[in-house]
């Protein structure tokens, strides 16, 4: 009988786990089957310094032609970690950001993919300056597999993409929730608001992964399985 116990208990714990996986799994599928339907469509572009000939910053709706979904199954990733590192180690999972993908042309624009949003990974040879940060051999990172199902989008050689609803500011969230929960809303962030509702929402998505080893202060770890 307590064998039995046993066996339900640790059923009764893994269980949302498995749970919670295949949900990050469902909406990753989904968001990307979301990005891949935009390829049907033109690019569109907008720039926000329009008339200035010495910057640009060009918004850009809609997905390259280029982007492609890869097979992640058996691959090593890696994802360079800033100050949520402790975070990341704890819980084996990633979590969308605010900035979707962005090309960055240096002294005179950028170009904003705002329909590229979710976790992105590099390979394990890719340095953090080839993803537009600091040039530092001791970044910290996390490198890992994922798990079967889990979708995968590159978007340029070395730069790829488990796509996800994209997090928002505090400040944003907080006027969006109202609007949700009272119909009240200033109509400066109307089109702000229903480009957060098509998205999915103002929650960012997370996606568990298997850490196989990681940097941190500049040591190399093995994660022993």
Do not use: C
């Amino acid at each position: 009988m307590m064998k039995f116990s046993v066996i339900l208990f640790s059923i009764l714990i893994i269980s949302p786990v498995k749970a919670q996986l295949a949900e990050q799994i469902r909406t990753a599928q989904y968001q990307t089957q979301l990005i891949l339907k935009l390829q049907n469509g033109p690019l569109q572009k907008r720039d926000l310094y329009q008339g200035n000939p010495e910057k640009a910053d060009y918004i850009i709706s809609g997905v390259p032609k280029t982007v492609k979904q890869v097979n992640p199954t058996g691959v090593v990733y890696r994802h360079y970690v800033g100050k949520n590192m402790d975070t990341v180690l704890k819980t084996s999972q990633l979590k969308t950001g605010i900035t979707p993908y962005v090309i960055m042309n240096p002294g005179f624009s950028r170009e904003v993919y705002e329909d590229l949003t979710g976790m992105f990974l590099t390979t394990t040879q890719t340095p953090p300056e080839k993803v537009g940060l600091p040039r530092d051999s001791n970044y910290n990172y996390i490198d890992f597999t994922l798990y079967k199902g889990t979708p995968v989008l590159e978007i340029e050689p070395e730069i790829l993409l488990i796509p996800g609803i994209p997090d928002v500011p505090e400040w944003l969230k907080k006027l969006y929730n109202d609007y949700k929960t009272t119909g009240r809303y200033d109509s400066h962030y109307l089109e702000t608001f229903k480009k957060i509702e098509a998205r999915g929402g103002a929650n960012p998505s997370f996606m568990k992964v298997n850490i196989v080893r990681y940097k941190l202060d500049g040591k190399i770890i093995e994660v022993k399985k």
